[in-house]
């Protein structure tokens, strides 16, 4: 007999869609589509590592084949987004095709 369980949802809708909103920074939206993937896959507990492995792979492409910015730039001109400069300083010392799979990219 499979195991029964139950959803117990004590998650405040109102403030986590607040979340989402007037995002200067598109980190939120790479963050709930990497935690989202996970939990698609049957991981019901993942560390952060997983999570900004998945939220990389994510914005590789839109950020290495379009150069895409993924927030405001700094004084001096570079990026003031961690997430698009993680991936800048990895396709660095990682030989990773811009159109790979996400797989590989967190493999890799």
């Not at 403030?15 to 007037?22: C, D, I, K, Q, T």
């Not at 996970?38 to 839109?62: C, P, Q, S």
Request: a negative charge; proline letters at 2%; glycine letters at 4%.
């Amino acid at each position: 007999m499979d195991e029964l369980y139950f959803y117990d949802c004590n998650l405040n809708i109102k403030s986590f869609a607040g979340m989402l909103e007037n995002p200067t920074q598109c980190y939120k939206f790479f963050w709930l589509d990497s935690i989202m993937q996970l939990v698609a896959r049957g991981e019901n507990e993942f560390t952060f590592l997983k999570v900004f492995a998945g939220m990389i792979a994510d914005a590789w492409y839109a950020v290495k084949e379009y150069h895409l910015r993924l927030g405001p730039k700094s004084v001096d001109g570079t990026s003031s987004n961690l997430l698009e400069r993680a991936v800048n300083k990895i396709s660095e010392n990682v030989d990773v095709k811009n159109d790979e799979s996400r797989d590989i990219i967190i493999e890799k």
